[in-house]
């Protein structure tokens, strides 16, 4: 079994920064895929980014060029450095996990909202 736990979010006028921080903890021998989704109210979750063990990065087009994947494998954890955020940005975060053995994990989401 696996538990994410997620931490970063909160409010940030359009233009800032935010980093979102994600770890992984419990019965974890490997995790393939990690990164992050994201839900705004009555919209369905959507990837934001997701990053594979060996490297290998996908990105929603909204976010390239402003949104950073990284990840630190040896403390299962995964970060997503925000900048030049917009309000369409706004939504809930949740983290996301392919644990070996175990399955697809999801943390807790957290929020970032962004003011104009």
């Known amino acids: 079994q696996a538990q994410l736990v997620e931490s970063g979010g909160g409010l940030v006028q359009a233009g800032g920064s935010l980093r979102l921080s994600c770890a992984a903890s419990g019965s974890i021998v490997f995790i393939n895929t990690m990164g992050w989704y994201r839900q705004a109210p009555g919209k369905q979750r959507d990837l934001v980014a997701v990053?594979?063990?060996?490297?290998?990065?996908n990105y929603a087009d909204s976010v390239k060029g402003r949104f950073t994947i990284s990840r630190d494998n040896a403390k299962n954890t995964v970060y997503l450095q925000m900048n030049s955020l917009k309000p369409e940005d706004t939504a809930v975060y949740y983290c996301?996990?392919?644990?070996?053995?175990?399955?697809?994990?999801w943390g807790q989401g957290t929020q970032v909202t962004v003011s104009s």
């Open positions: 996301y996990a392919k644990v070996a053995i175990w399955g697809d994990y």
């Open positions: 990053m594979t063990s060996g490297g290998s990065t």
